[in-house]
């Protein structure tokens, strides 16, 4: 059944990365790490917001991580349930094309105020995922040169990948119907 | 005749707007220009943005499949392929190797065609009418195969969430093998004839849309974009998934040969060249197909993933597509995020034109050589 075994080496590669890649970061930022996970199916970090600006020049100029490919910002929004607060999770996938590892990078935001450091300036193509970040889960990256929504109308009210969005009932007279 | 003191030399603002013919569907980008010299473009997309990733979070693992098709959708199997996989991930499901087999087969014919309609409209953008036609024509024996094997020409939902939705007869792999004996060496040959060497598409393609590596590298470029570019990366090979490990390729990269590495040419060229390798495992698959069932049928029925998220990468005929999955233990996924490598891949554009050297007629020859496709971008 090899297409586990490819999935297994990927799991088991994606673990030894991890494993060699989290104590470097742990040891430069200390506190920042707020969570480590290495047994996921695909390992990844929580960082805390205040350290992100200098978290992405590090793993870009860094020469043994050196991660120069941003795959992909990803925003998920988790409402508040019975035990756990809600937070919108801001999810970084790197990718290195020099040593063929990976990263994936989360930080926890609150709902309400859901802002972080902008990171184009270290990797260009944050520019429009942090675009389609803002424009559907509604989270504000600081220091973007032109933050404007890019796949839904620049007069749309509203982001609608929150849990708790509600489609409007119409936009510029165009009704939304139900049937 | 008016006299030249009175020729108006403003700049001009251009809409090259979502319907045209030759953006690759619709995309919108706004031109201020200076004669025909560029001065700075805006692209603006959404215009087909049909919120692929809310609709996923209403519907179950097994109803999400046909909408991935529609994504992008010349190469729909390989898209169905990233998330039946990565779901299969999440599950820790094991796919019978027929259904492997039948899987690569019907994700290297997908993007052959993919590939072949890209050379042909490339061809069209900058009037080459004639390989578009060749180009089609081969498409549509390759169309006429998937429409034997699950019934539909474009759209497949074939390959599914423990598998593949039926099974493929001795008959259709005797017409797969036909086509590939048809196909290589003679009709590749033929385009490298009829368009690749061509001393116009040189002159309009080559030290044209240059892309160097670090840039290409800094905006997220993946697939033939990158590779055009001059770096080795390919998912099959870096990051093997399904059962590519046990195929041997090559990995064509852009070299520079008739101008720029990294320039239009280049990346058309690569996209030839993938298309031979392509039938290179096509061939070794068929030699292999194993007896088996096609799709694991308990699991299939019951989709119902364990709490916890993957983000699986496949090697899209355009790119590194990506499927960041998580699972909150129901039958309907919690948030499914796409990641369409046409949509980085188009990111681009505004950062190429800025620094002058671009003129009109090149946008076109740039935009068709990042091969975008806008059911990716927007989704």
């Excluded at chain 2, 259904?99 to 953008?125: K, P, W």
């Excluded at chain 2, 195969?145 to 008959?171: H, M, P, W």
Aim: hydrophobic share 40%.
């Amino acid at each position: 059944m090899s297409g586990a075994s490819t999935q297994a080496t990927r799991i088991a590669r994606g673990k030894a990365d991890a494993e060699k890649i989290f104590p470097i970061l742990k040891e430069k930022f200390g506190d920042g790490i707020v969570e480590e996970n290495v047994d996921g199916i695909d390992p990844f970090i929580v960082v805390d917001k205040k350290i992100v600006l200098e978290l992405a020049e590090f793993l870009k100029t860094e020469e043994e991580l050196s991660f120069d490919l941003l795959s992909l910002i990803s925003g998920v929004d988790y409402l508040p349930k019975d035990d756990a607060e809600g937070r919108i999770e801001v999810v970084y996938f790197l990718d290195s094309t020099k040593h063929y590892h990976r990263l994936m990078v989360k930080v926890s935001l609150p709902r309400d105020d859901a802002s972080l450091p902008s990171v184009e300036n270290v990797w260009s193509a944050a520019d429009w995922h942090e675009r389609e970040t803002f424009d559907l889960v509604g989270v504000v990256f600081e220091g973007h040169h032109k933050l404007i929504r890019i796949l839904c109308a620049e007069d749309w009210e509203g982001h609608p990948l929150r849990k708790d969005y509600v489609i409007p009932e119409q936009y510029h007279g165009i009704k939304n119907i139900v049937y | 005749m008016p006299a030249t003191d009175d020729i108006r030399t403003e700049e001009m603002l251009l809409n090259m707007g979502p319907q045209h013919p030759s953006t690759h569907g619709v995309f919108r980008v706004v031109i201020r220009t200076d004669g025909e010299m560029i001065l700075e473009t805006e692209s603006h997309i959404g215009y087909l943005h049909r919120c692929f990733e809310k609709i996923a979070e209403n519907v179950s693992y097994l109803q999400v499949v046909p909408y991935t098709d529609r994504m992008d959708y010349l190469a729909a199997m390989i898209n169905n392929l990233g998330f039946a996989e990565g779901v299969e991930k999440l599950m820790q499901l094991e796919v019978p190797e027929r259904a492997q087999y039948i899987r690569i087969i019907v994700c290297e014919l997908n993007r052959i065609a993919s590939h072949l309609l890209a050379f042909g409209t490339y061809g069209m953008d900058l009037g080459a009418i004639t390989p578009f036609l060749h180009a089609f024509r081969d498409r549509e024996k390759l169309l006429k195969i998937f429409e034997k094997i699950c019934g539909q020409r474009l759209n497949y939902s074939y390959v599914r969430i423990g598998g593949v939705a039926f099974d493929i007869t001795e008959e259709m792999l005797r017409d797969i093998e036909d086509f590939c004996n048809y196909f290589e060496p003679e009709v590749l040959d033929e385009f490298d004839r009829l368009l690749s060497y061509n001393g116009i598409f040189i002159a309009r393609t080559a030290n044209v849309g240059v892309i160097p590596k670090e840039m290409a590298i800094d905006f997220g470029l993946t697939g033939p974009n990158l590779r055009g570019s001059g770096v080795k990366r390919d998912l099959r090979k870096d990051e093997p998934y399904c059962i590519y490990d046990r195929f041997t390729f090559d990995v064509p990269v852009g070299s520079g040969e008739n101008g720029t590495t990294g320039d239009c040419w280049d990346r058309y060229m690569v996209r030839i060249r993938e298309m031979r390798q392509s039938i290179n495992i096509v061939r070794q698959a068929l030699a292999a197909v194993p007896d088996g069932s096609f799709i694991d049928k308990k699991a299939s029925k019951t989709v119902k993933p364990p709490k916890g998220e993957v983000y699986h990468k496949v090697e899209g005929a355009r790119g590194e597509l990506g499927f960041h999955i998580v699972s909150d233990g129901t039958a309907i996924p919690y948030r499914v995020k796409t990641r369409g490598p046409s949509f980085c891949n188009i990111s681009i554009l505004d950062s190429m034109t800025q620094d002058g050297g671009v003129m009109l007629a090149d946008v076109v020859a740039i935009i068709g050589s990042l091969d975008i496709v806008m059911g990716e971008v927007d989704r």
